[in-house]
């Protein structure tokens, strides 16, 4: 094709119609700009679907995720209820008040322990790999980058950094040496049966246990509250991706 040209030109030249070369060199050039722009605009809308497929993946990926962060943050929320259940039923046994002895070793299980929340962050590691920029929808990726920047990482240090949440480091060991000489255990396999009652403790130790109880379920609270925003979150965003998702 080159040298299909090249001939033409040529042959203008030679029969010294110089001003029909020049048109038509500056046609060929056109021609050759334009054949320029549209393989460029071709590979252009070719990266653009490569990057659409990409984006949409990803964000399916983060879809799945966010739907095992709630089944996690769900199972959280249900201990820390639990937790804030056991205070009352513990409240009630230090100041004597009658309450079911079969529930004793649930409630004691519950005091205490703490929950940590284990989020699944594959999806959104892949995302800020390939770029966060990927996301075109800049609303969505603002989104995106605040659960998992702001909400989650804040979440984190809450449950393991911050000491007022470390319900069995900070309290089990005090409790249960006012509450274990009391106890009762099933003879067969060791579980916590019963216990003394009405107990008989000191008027200090039903001070510390009152003080332990209203801490541990301020704080129960406190985290319980942070669950519920994140939830909301977390269900804003996920219904966000699957609109963005359906309306491509």
Not at 150 to 165: F, G, P, R
Not at 225 to 239: A, G, K, R, W
């Amino acid at each position: 094709m080159i040298k299909f040209f090249r001939k033409i030109r040529q042959n203008l030249l030679s029969e010294g119609k110089s001003a029909k070369y020049f048109k038509y060199a500056l046609g060929e050039i056109i021609l050759v700009v334009i054949g320029i722009l549209i393989a460029v605009q071709i590979n252009n809308q070719n990266e653009i679907r490569k990057n659409n497929t990409i984006e949409s993946k990803l964000l399916k990926e983060i879809s799945i995720g966010l739907n095992q962060d709630l089944s996690d943050i769900t199972l959280n929320m249900s201990g820390h209820k639990a937790g804030l259940k056991a205070c009352d039923y513990w409240r009630k046994i230090v100041t004597n008040k009658k309450v079911n002895t079969d529930s004793i070793a649930y409630y004691y299980h519950y005091l205490t322990r703490d929950f940590i929340s284990i989020q699944n962050i594959s999806g959104y590691q892949s995302l800020k790999s390939r770029g966060l920029e990927l996301v075109t929808n800049e609303s969505l990726r603002i989104e995106i980058i605040k659960l998992y920047e702001q909400d989650y990482s804040s979440m984190h240090k809450l449950e393991e950094e911050y000491q007022e949440l470390q319900f069995q480091e900070n309290y089990f060991k005090e409790i249960n040496q006012i509450i274990s000489p009391h106890l009762k255990f099933d003879d067969d396999d060791g579980d916590i049966a019963s216990i003394s009652f009405p107990l008989d403790i000191t008027e200090n130790e039903q001070k510390m246990m009152l003080s332990f109880l209203w801490k541990i379920k301020k704080n129960r609270q406190f985290v319980l509250n942070v669950y519920v925003d994140i939830e909301q979150n977390v269900n804003h965003l996920q219904s966000n991706i699957k609109n963005y998702i359906e309306k491509d």
